[in-house]
């Protein structure tokens, strides 16, 4: 290499390290702030290129500006009448404020999820302790989680994040209460249902009895209207026969006699004992 070459290439050389020490980029997924001797100076940095100055004091510091999903397993609560349960839920969050994020984490994303989760364990431990086993087991999962949310949310703020999401996943038993909750949410059960099949056959009899007083009152109004109607028949056939006899008296004398005779007479077997002087006879008398 020349003599005169070199100069250049040592400008060249200095050139690049000053561009790289001076300029940096912020991708769509991250959050940057500036700081000057440990001092911040800038926090609104967006997605793209930027400048630094001066390079040997200023570093810049990067955040994951995405949603940082943190799972806990294995967790264990009390409840109010001192039961065990072993939980497993996690907790969704992101950064909020870099500035503010930096200065209570140091921008370290692990001491930021171990506050966050000591938070939630907080308000999950005081949740689960204001219910009895029961109660924690037949609540909706989000029931648990939203009665804590809100404060924890509030008390995650000063840390510069945002709680997006507090989620129960699963909720347990030691093994040594298991059987012993299992025995008694059994015996709940049964208790229940034998309650509600009492009220059925309650029911049941009621709507029994019921129809039976109505079947009675229907057939009873029945035979009052067929009696009834069949009075009225008779009464009127009393009057037709009535005004037919007073019409023709030797008539109708005459049409009942062949009435009664055809209904006594000319039947195998049929014997009649009648004096032959008798009414009975009269139009047979007559035709001689």
Same mark, same amino acid.
């Given at each position: 290499?020349?003599?005169?070459?070199?100069?250049?290439?040592?400008? /060249?050389?200095?050139?690049?390290?000053?561009?790289?020490?001076?300029?940096?980029?912020?991708?769509?997924?991250?959050?940057?702030?500036?700081?000057?001797?440990?001092?911040?100076?800038?926090? %609104?940095?967006?997605?793209?290129?930027?400048?630094?100055?001066?390079?040997?004091?200023?570093?810049?510091?990067?955040?994951?500006?995405?949603?940082?999903?943190?799972?806990?397993?294995?967790?264990?609560?009390?409840?109010?009448?001192?039961?065990?349960?072993? *939980?497993?839920?996690? /907790?969704?969050?992101?950064?909020?404020?870099?500035?503010?994020?930096?200065?209570?984490?140091?921008?370290?994303?692990?001491?930021?999820?171990?506050?966050?989760?000591?938070?939630?364990?907080?308000?999950?431990?005081?949740?689960?302790?204001?219910?009895?086993?029961?109660?924690?087991?037949?609540?909706?999962?989000?029931?648990?989680?939203?009665?804590?949310?809100?404060?924890?949310?509030?008390?995650?703020?000063?840390?510069?994040?945002?709680?997006?999401? /507090?989620?129960?996943?699963?909720?347990?038993?030691?093994?040594?209460? %298991?059987?012993? *909750?299992?025995?008694?949410?059994?015996?709940?059960?049964?208790?229940?249902?034998?309650?509600?099949?009492?009220?059925?056959?309650?029911?049941? /009899?009621?709507?029994?009895?019921?129809?039976?007083?109505?079947?009675?009152?229907?057939?009873?109004?029945?035979?009052?209207?067929?009696?009834?109607?069949?009075?009225?028949?008779?009464?009127?056939? %009393?009057?037709?026969?009535?005004?037919?006899?007073?019409?023709?008296?030797?008539?109708?004398?005459?049409?009942? %006699?062949?009435?009664?005779?055809?209904?006594?007479?000319?039947?195998?077997?049929?014997?009649? *004992?009648?004096?032959?002087?008798?009414?009975?006879?009269?139009?047979?008398?007559?035709?001689?």
């Amino acid at each position: 290499m020349s003599a005169r070459a070199f100069p250049l290439v040592i400008g /060249v050389i200095v050139l690049l390290l000053l561009i790289s020490t001076t300029l940096f980029t912020v991708n769509e997924t991250q959050l940057a702030i500036r700081t000057e001797v440990g001092r911040i100076v800038d926090a %609104s940095y967006t997605p793209g290129l930027h400048f630094k100055w001066p390079p040997p004091i200023d570093r810049v510091v990067k955040f994951e500006r995405r949603i940082v999903t943190q799972p806990y397993a294995g967790e264990t609560f009390l409840t109010n009448d001192n039961r065990a349960l072993i *939980v497993d839920f996690y /907790v969704m969050w992101r950064v909020r404020a870099p500035a503010a994020y930096y200065n209570a984490t140091a921008g370290q994303e692990e001491l930021a999820a171990e506050r966050i989760s000591s938070i939630v364990k907080d308000g999950l431990k005081s949740v689960v302790a204001q219910r009895s086993l029961v109660q924690v087991v037949n609540a909706e999962r989000a029931a648990v989680t939203g009665d804590m949310f809100e404060r924890a949310s509030r008390e995650v703020d000063a840390l510069g994040v945002e709680l997006i999401d /507090v989620r129960v996943e699963r909720i347990d038993f030691p093994e040594d209460v %298991s059987a012993r *909750v299992y025995a008694s949410m059994e015996q709940s059960f049964a208790k229940t249902a034998a309650g509600r099949r009492a009220e059925g056959q309650k029911e049941a /009899v009621t709507i029994k009895a019921e129809a039976d007083r109505k079947r009675t009152e229907i057939l009873a109004d029945a035979e009052r209207d067929s009696l009834k109607i069949r009075g009225e028949g008779d009464q009127k056939a %009393s009057e037709i026969y009535s005004a037919a006899y007073s019409k023709n008296a030797e008539f109708y004398g005459f049409y009942r %006699s062949l009435q009664a005779y055809r209904n006594s007479l000319g039947k195998d077997g049929d014997v009649m *004992v009648v004096s032959p002087d008798g009414e009975f006879f009269k139009y047979f008398k007559s035709l001689k």
